[in-house]
């Protein structure tokens, strides 16, 4: 419980880093009226009176009465009759026309595995992606930590005891069964020592409840996973109708209605595959853990069963061996 504690904490917490994660700031050109650097190179725009220094081979471009100090060589080129000298600067230090601009040169595009693309979905799906979200972590930490709790008992398997067991049950050595069952990992084993101390009382009944403890232990949250898979696709399903009556509310309004109903029909159909996507991830741990239940509850009746036999032969031989001696017993006394 501890372990499925701590999973779902760390999967709350980075969805909601991911979800508190902004889009990067686009960035803005330089502001009306703020200085410009030319590069090199680029033509040099002044106001009357002012003083430019320009590099070699830079044109500049100089209003009457102003003092320009160019290189040697550099062509010097005034502003054309009627055009004031603030036009002029606009004029040459605006980008040409159907150029694109710095900022959207340096925009980075995001990916499909992007944090804003995936943020930018779950606002486009609608208010019926928070419970989706809800119900995607709960199955991711489930999932999580069934893998952790059948990778371990894979680890505790000890199936060379089992047989010693068997082995020393086989020789009437129920004593020597016990101690070599006992402190034992292993489910099987765990079931076995159970029933060793036990046969006195009832065999069977401590087997069965033995075996019943294991078995709820292997199938802990599965219907925690069986209701994921069923709901999750429901609650895509809602959020289609509710995109879809978010949709048709708008058909009205002629000035928002393409924008309205295509972003309702996008909300629809994004809710319906994140809550399909959940499903089908949840579906495919859901049915292997059942087998594995199976499995392990096979081999509990399995081998509840050989100890019962065994034990049972045992009994018997004892029986017989206790009943062929007391007529002889008898029969000396007799004498």
Known sequence: MKTLLIIFLCSVAIALTLLAQSPAAPQTSPAAGAPAAAAPGAAAVTSPGA????????????????????????????????????????????????????????????????????????????????????????????????????????????????????????????????????????PVLRMMWNGLNHQHASLQGALQVAAGIEIKRAGRFLVVMDTLVTLAPLLGLLGTITGLIRSFSFLGNEELAVQAVTGGIAEALIATACGLGIAIFALIPFNFFTSRVANLEFELQTAATNLEVMLGAQTAAEEIKFAGQAPVAGKGSSI
């Open 51 to 186: 003083a430019v220094a320009t590099s070699p081979g830079a044109a500049a471009v100089t209003s009457p009465g102003a003092a320009a100090a160019t290189s040697p060589g550099a062509p010097a080129q005034n502003v054309p009759p009627g055009q004031s000298p603030a036009a002029a600067a606009t004029a040459a230090l605006s980008p040409a026309a159907g150029s694109p601009s710095p900022a959207a040169e340096a925009q980075p595009s995001g990916g499909v595995l992007g944090s804003n693309w995936l943020i930018d979905k779950f606002h486009k799906g609608g208010p019926i992606m928070w419970p989706i979200l809800i119900v995607s972590i709960i199955g991711l930490t489930v999932v999580i930590e069934r893998i952790f709790w059948w990778s371990g008992r894979w680890f505790r398997r000890d199936p060379k005891r089992i047989e010693k067991v068997f082995t020393a049950i086989e020789h009437g050595d129920t004593t020597e069964a016990s101690r070599l069952s006992r402190g034992s990992r292993d």
